[in-house]
């Protein structure tokens, strides 16, 4: 478990005492005490120059460095004379007692090696107490599973003299679709918990959207609504043929048919599949469809049954500047003419490098001037190779498989280099060539049955695309090829 620091890290987010504290979430740092910290956030409300004495823990130091928020000017007495009354109020017994046993929440994050016992035991819970809960907790939930970023919400009452903090409830929502709840019952043999999960049904609906781009792709989808998950599906779908970095201009479009997942309050939860995606590019339509072929690999395809998917990637690494191309140039480091055979992409020390296409590693090593060098093997026609690595991933060994857009190493200046850059080249039957301008070979084509049942469901998602009610103020491009915006009709 993260503890909370002023710079704002995850971790125990206390929400205790909300009478006082007008409904305000504090948080603190020092999570080792955070049963005792409700009280001394009480005490320190009431009297908050009240000397150190007065303040519990140790490991509730911290908690000190930034100011109560509640405090406000009336509360906080400027000299001990003044602090009497609050301190006298304390001491009422009345007060006093509801101080101690109204419960609060506090919210704990899970972080890496975290286990739930010590975050239990952290937050004020005796080992007994937080055994009981977590034992209920597996009934319907692996602790085992928790990943960290989980969090819980726990519901405490606070610890009173040798009595610990008492554990009310625990609430944790392992994803948008479960709530589980451990929940203290007081039996006839003493307290006891018991776990229940709680599936909350999701409903899943088709949404439309689309958009003509303006300033920026990011921009565009965000202004039609499409969730990020689903933009980032569609520039996957579209890496084949889109240089995103250097194509898309002002007056491009797109438009797509993707699943959403909403909770009963209707509440957008998730995305699911996308199942058309389209876009307009420089004046040319591409229209992609999702598809289960019977071997039961997925892919989008065009109209004609094409895969998306290319032999070769023309980009092998993301948010990349080509910084030089291929061709005749003075060499920056020689200073002679010299031919460039392949495609500089400049980009940080460290940004991965994609395979360009399914193959196996031919070399993995230094190469000379190249550096860190790998080259793979597509078929018997195809060769890719990458330069300048500042490291090669371990599984890089002459002979080994490698899947398209599998990670190979990471862009570095390794060897005769300038700076961090990838050195880029696609050979073709042995000669090195231009990776922009080389026809890059297609991928799978549908035929036979396969062909058949993929025009099937692409007449029934082209129904279903029609009938979809556009997200709203979406921009969707006409039969003409122009754009109108439909706010609320599914063809304009
Ligand atoms: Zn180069």
Redesign the pocket.
């Known amino acids: 478990m993260s503890f909370d620091r002023p710079s704002g890290s995850t971790g125990i987010q206390f929400a205790g005492l909300q009478a006082r504290s007008a409904g305000r979430a504090v948080r603190r740092a020092g999570a080792a005490a955070v049963g005792l910290l409700g009280l001394a956030a009480g005490i320190f409300f009431l009297a908050p120059s009240a000397g150190p004495d007065l303040l519990p823990q140790p490991g509730v130091d911290s908690a000190y460095a930034e100011p109560a928020p509640e405090r406000d000017a009336s509360a906080a007495p400027q000299s001990p004379a003044a602090q009497r009354p609050q301190l006298a109020a304390l001491s009422d017994a009345a007060s006093n007692e509801a101080l101690l046993t109204e419960p609060y929440r506090v919210t704990l994050t899970v972080a890496r090696g975290d286990t739930l016992m010590a975050m239990l035991t952290d937050a004020g819970l005796d080992r007994p107490q937080a055994h009981r809960a977590i034992q209920a907790l597996a009934d319907v939930y692996s602790p085992r599973k928790l990943k960290p970023g989980h969090s819980f919400d726990l519901t405490l009452a606070p610890a009173v003299g040798d009595r610990p903090a008492t554990l009310q409830e625990l609430l944790f929502e392992p994803d948008a679709a479960r709530r589980v709840v451990v929940a203290r019952e007081n039996g006839a043999d003493g307290p006891r918990f018991t776990a229940s999960a709680i599936d909350r049904p999701l409903t899943t609906r088709l949404a439309r959207a689309g958009g003509s781009i303006e300033s920026s792709l990011y921009v565009a989808a965000l202004d039609a609504g499409v969730p990020s998950t689903v933009l980032g599906d569609m520039i996957t779908i579209f890496s084949f043929d889109i240089d995103f970095q250097r194509e898309i201009q002002p007056g491009d479009r797109f438009s797509l048919l993707f699943e959403e997942k909403r909770d009963e309050d209707g509440a957008f939860v998730g995305s699911g599949d996308v199942l058309i995606a389209e876009m307009t590019v420089g004046g040319k339509q591409r229209r992609y469809y999702r598809f289960e072929d019977s071997d039961g690999f997925v892919d989008y395809f065009d109209g004609e049954g094409r895969s998306v998917r290319k032999a070769l990637l023309r980009t092998p690494v993301d948010g990349a500047r080509i910084s ?1 191309r291929f061709g005749k140039r003075k060499h920056p480091i020689l200073g002679y003419t010299k031919m ?5 992409f400049a980009a940080p020390t460290g940004t991965p490098i994609y395979a360009a296409g399914d193959g196996v590693v031919e070399v993995a090593g230094w190469n000379g001037g190249f550096g860190k060098y790998i080259r793979i093997r597509h078929n018997s026609t195809y060769k890719t190779a990458y ?2 690595l500042s490291r090669i991933d371990g599984r890089m060994k002459p002979g080994a498989k490698v899947r398209q857009r599998q990670i190979i190493g990471y862009v570095g200046t390794t060897g005769r ?1 300038t700076g961090p ?1 990838l ?3 696609v050979h073709k039957a042995g000669r090195a060539v231009n990776p922009q301008g080389v026809k890059l070979p297609t991928g799978k084509v549908l035929a036979g049955a396969d062909l058949t049942r993929f025009q099937a469901a692409m007449g029934e998602v082209e129904t279903l695309y029609a009938q979809a009610e556009p997200l709203s103020g979406v921009v969707v491009a006409a039969e003409d090829g122009g754009s109108c915006t439909a706010p609320a009709v599914a063809t304009c």
Do not use: C, P, T
């Open positions: 030089s460039h055979k392949g495609m500089d330069a300048h280099s850059h050195h880029y080249e």
